[in-house]
């Protein structure tokens, strides 16, 4: 039996427009949801706050064992869900494969949070027990992208709701099942008691009130730079916690002594992967100036080869942008690039939403898809001379999310890494990872550090309360 059914997905009813669900590699429909207003994510906010409490008060193995059992549930249906990834966010297999390895383990993860120690005994001055407890924050409000749509989602969801949290989880409508029905319907099958996870499709009015609704104390959010500036600004003058995962133009640093043969193939990874659609994606090449001309050759030639397609349906490396906005974005900063002297090298074509891969040689600061975040497939390649400028060079810009570090010396990669600002360092691979045991997480502009994976969790998704304890009332001068 399918675990996800058209006409039964959205257990709650909600009072928006119909929004379709569109396959971007045909543009056919998929489906179809109803969108979310303001005022059902009030209602869906007041009815998970009712919910929590219970929720919380429940012994740390039954909310393990609900999230022990959600992970089963990923492996159990992963054709179903497979399908949907690859359908409605353009993903080939192996990344929809990898989406759904995550979130089973970000499950597994989050089960063990439930039984993790609770808080400290503290000294104290006076004759009483004082300690520490760390206690759930009450309702956690998750705002998530359509690039990632189920890793972006359950990384917040698993842990909040091991924690003791109920969520309100509002997914890009673009990838509305992948990121966010299939979370409701696996966690319903799991077991998870009513109420404890409501998933609200919506544009930014929804995300707006779901910011501000004063029943929803955290906020995580996985997006764009502009729009996490405009949470966290909304959060502020709220009064509650915001835990932003934004952009990157992340780089890949590639000495002199690199292996040649070795590194096309995780460069190409690196800028390709997803159609270039993930924050990590490597968007500068810096290439020492002794490689430069081969590298720059050898990766475009690699691009060229590159199947880009339809992956519903065929073998392909590459599968369609997610829309034709963000094709736009994508062809305009390429097409603004070699006007102002970039050299194409390969790709910078395309038919309807299939991108071809595309490489850029000759780029510097005034080239936009160098120093812009493009998140489409394009990989701007530079030149370096020396180790000062290589660390001048990836340093510069806003950003502060992954770097690589490509070096046959791996204590002179790491030495070289000590001297750029990124919250991810990868000696000898490229910028794209994820663990669900690893803490993730950028700076300045790609966010607010690390507010996910192992003891970041705690941290995002509780407070920690005082407590004291005397066998007699205290007595005070007056």
Wanted: aromatic share 6%; glycine share 10%.
């Amino acid at each position: 039996m399918p675990l996800l059914d058209p006409k039964t997905w959205q257990s709650r009813t909600l009072s928006g427009a119909e929004y379709a669900i569109t396959e971007p590699a045909t543009g056919d429909t998929l489906g179809a949801v109803t969108l979310a207003t303001g005022e059902d994510v009030r209602a869906a906010a007041q009815a998970a706050h009712a919910a929590q409490h219970d929720w919380a008060r429940a012994p740390h193995f039954v909310r393990a064992a609900v999230l022990r059992k959600a992970g089963d549930l990923f492996t159990a249906h992963a054709d179903e869900l497979r399908d949907w990834i690859v359908r409605e966010s353009g993903s080939i297999p192996g990344k929809a494969d990898f989406e759904l390895h995550v979130a089973a383990q970000e499950c597994y993860e989050a089960a063990a949070l439930a039984s993790r120690p609770a808080g400290q005994v503290l000294p104290s001055e006076a004759p009483r027990l004082s300690y520490t407890r760390r206690v759930p924050v009450g309702v956690v409000g998750v705002i998530s992208p359509f690039n990632a749509p189920l890793i972006l989602s359950i990384r917040s969801v698993a842990p909040a709701l091991a924690l003791g949290n109920s969520v309100v989880l509002k997914p890009d409508p673009r990838t509305a099942v992948c990121g966010g029905l299939s979370l409701a319907a696996v966690f319903a099958e799991a077991g998870l008691p009513e109420d404890l996870l409501h998933v609200l499709p919506g544009g930014p009015d929804a995300g707006e009130a779901l910011v501000a609704d004063p029943q929803v104390p955290v906020i995580s959010f996985t997006g764009s730079t502009a729009a996490g500036r405009a949470v966290g600004e909304a959060a502020g003058r709220h009064l509650k916690r915001a835990h932003l995962e934004l952009g990157g133009n992340s780089a890949l640093i590639v000495l002199e002594d690199a292996d040649i043969d070795a590194v096309i193939s995780t460069a190409a990874w690196g800028s390709f992967f997803h159609q270039g659609q993930i924050c990590m994606t490597t968007g500068r090449h810096l290439v020492h100036a002794s490689l430069y001309d081969q590298y720059v050759e050898r990766l475009a030639a690699k691009a060229d080869s590159l199947a880009v397609g339809d992956p519903h349906r065929e073998q392909v490396h590459l599968g369609p942008i997610i829309d034709r906005a963000q094709l736009g974005k994508i062809h305009g900063l390429v097409e603004s690039s070699t006007a102002l002297g970039a050299k194409l090298a390969a790709g910078g074509t395309h038919e309807e939403l299939f991108y071809r891969p595309t490489v850029l040689a000759d780029v510097d600061d005034r080239i936009p898809a160098y120093s812009e975040e493009v998140f489409g497939p394009v990989a701007p390649v530079r030149s370096f001379g020396t180790l000062d400028e290589a660390a001048a060079l990836a340093a510069a810009g806003p950003y502060g999310l992954s770097l690589g570090i490509v070096t046959a010396d791996s204590a002179r990669g790491l030495e070289l890494a000590e001297r750029i600002p990124t919250g991810i360092v990868h000696i000898n691979d490229q910028t794209v990872n994820d663990e669900a045991v690893a803490p993730f997480g950028g700076r300045a502009a790609s966010g607010t550090g690390a507010r996910f994976g192992g003891e970041s969790n705690l941290e995002a998704f509780t407070d920690v309360r005082w407590t004291t304890v005397r066998g007699d009332v205290a007595g005070y001068p007056f």
